[in-house]
């Protein structure tokens, strides 16, 4: 299961009547979140912490070599909703993996990225429930950008490249601690500007904030998948690509009516 969201545009008088009052420095916004959860099947995939790095971090020198042991979700379920609560989304989705898994005799797992109400929602609704929370590896990545960028320049020299794929790839292997620990240690040891600080500092929050969910190794030797590009790719042509367009605004029972029309219909029935 993966959950994400999507901004849709919504008329003006709507948007209005959500939020009448902007608060000093806030701007009108001009879409609200649609919640978009999926539900599939995919077979289990064999590849290594390097394989993963070197396809992230050094795509041009991948690209020509063939993918081994492609696999592809399966029976993709569904649902983008603006009106209803997110935990009725969560729910439905939920049920949908209980008819495909009543008795649980396969391992569920759970691929978001890094909004931290999301894990506390959809864990709530799991209770009793055994599963793994799966943080998608894209975001893992930006953070390490992030962190590079600030040390060696944001030119991507081959001195950033292979800072970002060291320890990328020392967090596929189960090193997360390190990583975070090696970050402290620049802190504390390098002279570091208030930028680059911060950025260091956001980086070493951000992991520290989820690493239950980073254990890398263990979901690659099951031959689990780490990267939320399924429901990534649901927001593209569930929401965005019937929602979005020049000059399209949408009433919220309009957009719903919509959305829900968009799920069965990209969900095959």
Not at 73 to 80: D, F, G, T, V
Not at 173 to 195: A, D, P
Not at 227 to 245: A, D, F, I, N, Q
Request: net charge positive.
């Amino acid at each position: 299961m993966s959950f994400d969201g999507k901004g849709v545009p919504v008329i003006k008088r709507e948007l209005m009547e959500l939020k009448a009052r902007l608060g000093k420095g806030e701007k009108r916004q001009k879409k609200k979140e649609a919640l978009v959860g999926i539900s599939y099947t995919v077979d289990k995939k064999d590849r290594s912490a390097e394989d993963v790095a070197k396809n992230l971090i050094y795509p041009d020198k991948t690209q020509n070599k063939p993918e081994q042991n492609k696999v592809k979700a399966q029976n993709i379920r569904r649902l983008a909703s603006l009106e209803r609560k997110k935990e009725d989304v969560v729910d439905e989705i939920i049920r949908d993996a209980q008819v495909r898994d009543p008795e649980y005799r396969r391992q569920w797992v759970v691929l978001l990225d890094g909004a931290l109400y999301l894990w506390t929602l959809v864990d709530g609704h799991l209770k009793g429930i055994e599963y793994v929370g799966i943080l998608d590896i894209i975001h893992v990545v930006e953070y390490l950008w992030l962190a590079g960028n600030a040390l060696h320049g944001k030119n991507e020299t081959k001195q950033t490249n292979h800072w970002v794929y060291k320890h990328l790839l020392a967090i596929l292997e189960g090193r997360v601690g390190r990583v975070i620990g090696g970050l402290k240690q620049i802190i504390t040891k390098r002279t570091l500007n208030k930028s680059q600080l911060q950025s260091i500092k956001d980086v070493i929050r951000y992991f520290k904030n989820h690493r239950p969910w980073m254990k890398y190794d263990e979901y690659l030797k099951a031959g689990y998948p780490i990267g939320t590009g399924v429901v990534e790719s649901s927001c593209g042509h569930t929401v965005k690509k019937r929602m979005e367009g020049s000059g399209r605004r949408w009433s919220i029972e309009g957009d719903e009516s919509t959305l829900l029309l968009r799920s069965v219909y990209t969900s095959g029935d």
